[in-house]
């Protein structure tokens, strides 16, 4: 649920120490995704971006149309998902 971005600077930054995991190997991101972007080692990013983001030519916008891989993400955005926890 974040867009990565950066900032190009010319100073040397040392980087935060990491707080908590952000990944427990579960599978799910990679078992719930509906064209298998997730199988390979990197993700396939064209086939995602093919699916997943697009035109919506009856409403005309841009829009996302799937975001399961983070839905179901026990991390999802950085914390525990309290839902999934309870099994909803
Ligand atoms: S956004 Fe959808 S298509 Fe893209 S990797 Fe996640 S589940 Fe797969
Ligand atoms: S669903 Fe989240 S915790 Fe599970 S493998 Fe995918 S990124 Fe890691």
Redesign the pocket.
């Known amino acids: 649920m974040v867009w990565l971005g950066m900032v190009l600077c010319d100073q040397e930054l040392e980087s935060d120490q990491r707080k908590e995991p952000v ?8 078992d719930i995704c509906p064209v298998n972007a997730l199988e390979e080692p990197e993700i396939k990013q064209q086939v995602c971006w093919d699916y997943a983001f697009g035109d919506d030519e009856e409403k005309q916008v841009w829009r996302i149309a799937c975001h399961k ?1 983070r839905d ?4 999802n955005l950085g914390s525990e998902n309290s839902i999934l926890m309870k099994g909803e």
């Open positions: 990944c427990n190997d579960c599978n799910l991101c990679v891989c179901v993400c026990p991390y």
